[in-house]
Structure formats: C-alpha cells, structure tokens
C-alpha cells in the first residue's frame, strides 16, 4: 500500500509518541473525524497500527523496535520519567541499571548526583555517567549486542549476582493487565531477573507506550517491583492490583 503525505506523518508521529489519538490528529492536519478514522483504517489494514478505543497504536509483535526507533518514541515521557526516578535515588547510593532508553534517561539525570556507584550491562549507560566524576561506573561482561550496545547472558548475569545494591532501576518492552512485565530476550530477561534479586529496592521505569503493547517472555510480576514510574495512569484493575502488591505509582 502507498501511503499518502498525510498518513506517512500520522505514522512517523505514531513511531515518536508510541500512539495517535484521532482527535488531536483531526486537529493537527485541519480535516474532519471521519477522515483520520480512514487513515487509521488504513494504516492498520497495512499492517503498520492497531487501532484501539479513540486512536491507534504501534502494530505489536514479537520483535522489538530498532534502537534509534524506540529512542525517539516518547522521548519527552521518558526524560519526565527518568527525572521522577533520579530524585527518589539519593546521593552516596548504588544502582543497577540495565537495557532500555528509559533507564538510559534516568542515567542522564545522574549526572549530577553525587558518590555514587552504577553497575550496568547498557554501554549507553556508562558512556552518559562518564561525565560524572563522582560516580564510580561498573559495566558488566557478556556478549556484547550491537544492536543496543546491551551485554547480555549467563556471564553478565554471573557479574550481576556478585552485587547488593540499594536499588535497581529496570526497564521493560511491555506490560499486562495482570501485571506482568514481558520483554523479547530470553538472555536479557535472564540478567533482569538477576538484577532484581540483587537490589533492596526496585524501580520500574516505562512510558505508557509499554502498555498497548505485548512481547513472549515474562520478566518479573509487578508484586516484585517497590516503585513503577510512568506518564499515564495505570488501568483501574492493574491500579487494584498494585495496592495490593503495595507497589506505589508515580505518574509524571
């Protein structure tokens, strides 16, 4: 299917956001309700969107976006959310941080704190904390993803179990409605599951683009995490579960 100028910017709008909401579309491109229905009609029957109540979505799969992709999806909620993060970290801490470019924007607001220690398999990571000469930075070995610059498997979980932290901050590629974290890699799920043993507190950073979206392997369970950090509320029936989990939710 070619797609016409307008549907090729709802698209390129949709990959930075994670969504389109069918109002704001109408909207931004000054035509009628009707006419962005038909865009997204068309763009999920091409196999680019899932249409869902009020807009569409990023089609789900078992794939993962590309790095540079999923890097300007929702860059603004990830850059609120890491900073929310950063400020329940104290000085004089240690952390763990692992894959994913939300925990990579809650690395950047590190930058500033003081005598801390970062463990992490995410060469992003360490390359960002660089510039902070009161942070001393422990990178994890394995085999080295050149997709993401991510060091995963049996090796870096290994390094991974040698360390008590006072808190991990995890990302995720999707969350359920019965609150369980999915990712795509085994071998990297493998070393998130490690780090969460591993830390005294545990943080969940992830924008809500994760929750309209599915992938094959389960992580950890909400029940697990101390704290999620997110931009939009929960589902009511997964805000019950957390109070009972007694999981708290920052909405930025």
């Not at 997204?40 to 091409?46: F, I, M, N, P, V």
């Not at 808190?167 to 070393?191: K, M, N, P, T, W």
Request: charged residues 25%.
């Amino acid at each position: 299917m070619a797609l016409n100028f307008r549907q090729n910017e709802i698209l390129e709008i949709a990959r930075s956001d994670g969504r389109v909401v069918v109002e704001t579309l109408a909207e931004h491109f000054n035509v009628s309700l009707q006419t962005i229905r038909r865009d997204l009609s068309e763009l999920s029957d091409a196999g680019h969107l899932d249409r869902v109540h009020g807009g569409a979505v990023i089609r789900k799969g078992v794939v993962n976006f590309d790095y540079e992709e999923r890097r300007r999806m929702g860059a603004d909620a990830k850059a609120a959310i890491g900073r929310a993060c950063a400020k329940e970290i104290p000085d004089n801490s240690s952390i763990i941080l692992n894959l994913g470019t939300t925990t990579e924007a809650v690395a950047r607001e590190l930058c500033h704190h003081s005598n801390i220690t970062v463990v992490t398999n995410n060469s992003n990571v360490a390359n960002t904390l660089l510039t902070n000469e009161s942070c001393e930075i422990m990178v994890a070995g394995g085999n080295l993803r050149r997709s993401d610059g991510g060091l995963v498997g049996d090796l870096t979980a290994d390094f991974m179990s040698q360390f008590k932290v006072d808190f991990a901050v995890i990302g995720v590629s999707a969350l359920d409605d019965e609150g369980d974290l999915l990712d795509y890699d085994l071998a990297e799920v493998r070393v998130s599951r490690t780090i969460i043993r591993q830390a005294r507190k545990v943080f969940l950073v992830t924008d809500s683009s994760k929750l309209t979206r599915s992938a094959p392997v389960r992580l950890a369970s909400l029940e697990e995490i101390d704290t999620i950090f997110t931009d939009a509320p929960l589902s009511d029936a997964l805000t019950k579960r957390c109070a009972e989990w007694n999981t708290k939710i920052v909405v930025v």
